[in-house]
């Protein structure tokens, strides 16, 4: 090995100070399962701040941490707010439009009662079985959903053996094994 100044002495290389290795060195030593794990486990830790449904919070205060942000998009919150008063924040996991959009369309259910929509759903919900079924999907691969997305929709109308309040469905929503099937 040479410097600047020539060979370098076995000696000299004996006393030289050990370079620490860096942070992207040690991730060399990690498998494919080991950074799945550790996902997984920020995943977690995550989970336990947002659920996958959260309270109602006025939209004020979402305007309130982008106060400092950009123009365009406080004028934005600001058109949301001509027409919305409230948000409900959703855990961010890969699924998170699609379980805000079942919350609000069963929320949405739960306060109208609106049968005829109930049954017109069902009647897709049906006729999407068959085209799932033509297209040589098996029933297993969809039937959880539909089943799980239909229990929800039954529940949410009063007058049902079943029948849940708001405060119930938010605790439903809540729950990761309906919140990530249907929900």
């Known amino acids: 090995m040479q410097n600047q100044e020539g060979p370098i002495a076995d000696k000299e290389m004996e006393t030289s100070v050990s ?19 550790q996902q997984s486990a920020i995943h977690a830790e995550e989970a336990k701040k947002i659920p996958f449904v959260g309270n109602k919070e006025p939209l004020s ?7 400092s942000g950009s123009p365009i998009l406080l004028e934005k919150i600001k058109m949301l ?8 924040r959703t855990q961010g996991d890969g699924n998170c439009f699609f379980q805000s959009f079942m919350f609000s369309y069963l929320e949405h259910i739960l306060g109208s009662q ?9 009647g897709n919900v049906k006729e999407c079985r068959k085209t799932l079924q033509s297209l040589g999907y098996a029933d297993f691969s969809f039937e959880d959903f539909f089943g799980l997305f239909l229990e929800q929709l039954d529940i ?5 053996e079943d ?20 929900c």
């Open 163 to 182: 029948s849940i309040s708001l405060d119930e469905l938010i605790i439903k929503s809540r729950d990761q094994s309906i919140s990530n099937y249907g």
């Open 81 to 88: 707010g001509q027409q919305y008063a409230a948000i409900r």
């Open 114 to 122: 609106d049968r005829a929509e109930v049954d017109r759903i069902k």
């Open 61 to 67: 205060m979402l305007a309130a941490e982008y106060e």
């Open 19 to 37: 370079i620490p290795i860096s942070e992207f060195d040690d991730w060399a030593n990690f498998a494919d399962d080991d950074i799945m794990q």
């Open 156 to 160: 949410v109308l009063q007058g049902n």
